[in-house]
């Protein structure tokens, strides 16, 4: 096979709430050297760099299928329920999802006060 032996960096993922920035080596649903592994949405996905194995990748974000920015998968950015969704759009929306969700969006609260990446929130 011509593949490389090591995934080359296709881009630069930027998480639009919180900053976080890495190299990812590819964007769809079936990452590479995968064999039967098919994502549920299209996500950015870099081979793990903590293990020599390279079936191993990890999922960095997605977009919000609601406002389509740039998302990681960390808890304080965004959720998955049949789709990406950041955040900020799950509050706007709250209603729109199942009472589990909105059950677990409060008990988050105390937790988003703290988060300096709001950017709806920018008062001096």
């Not at 406002?67 to 955040?87: A, D, P, Q, W």
């Not at 937790?111 to 300096?116: L, R, V």
């Amino acid at each position: 096979m011509d593949a490389p032996k090591e995934a080359q960096p296709t881009g630069e993922f930027k998480c639009q709430l919180c900053g976080l920035t890495a190299p990812y080596t590819y964007y769809g649903q079936k990452p590479p050297n995968t064999r039967s592994i098919v994502l549920l949405e299209e996500s950015y996905v870099m081979k793990d760099p903590f293990t020599p194995d390279k079936d191993k990748f990890l999922i960095l974000g997605s977009h919000c299928s609601l406002c389509s920015r740039s998302v990681c998968v960390g808890t304080e950015c965004s959720l998955f329920y049949s789709k990406r969704f950041c955040l900020p759009c799950v509050n706007e929306n709250l209603e729109a999802f199942p009472l589990e969700i909105q059950e677990d969006m409060d008990k988050r609260k105390p937790q988003q006060k703290s988060f300096p990446c709001k950017k709806t929130d920018t008062r001096t």
